[in-house]
């Protein structure tokens, strides 16, 4: 299992159990869920965070 998928998995259980604090935290978890994908991807090599902070700037 690649680094992205366990980091997506980190935050997904992360959110899960801030959700358990109340049904209205459900968009905190999908929140928590993109950012676990995102560091895993950026901790695997996947994400170059230079280069998309680049291509944001150029446009």
């Given at each position: 299992m690649s680094l992205r998928?366990?980091?997506l998995a980190v935050?997904?259980?992360v959110?899960?159990?801030?959700?358990?604090?109340?049904?209205?935290?459900l968009v905190v978890?999908?929140?928590i869920g993109a950012?676990?994908?995102?560091i895993g991807g950026?901790?695997?090599g996947e994400i170059d965070?230079?280069?998309?902070i680049d291509n944001?700037?150029?446009?």
């Open positions: 998928y366990i980091g935050g997904l259980v959110g899960v159990v801030w959700m358990a604090l109340g049904l209205e935290k978890v999908c929140a950012l676990g994908y995102l950026v901790l695997a965070i230079q280069r998309s944001l700037r150029r446009k």
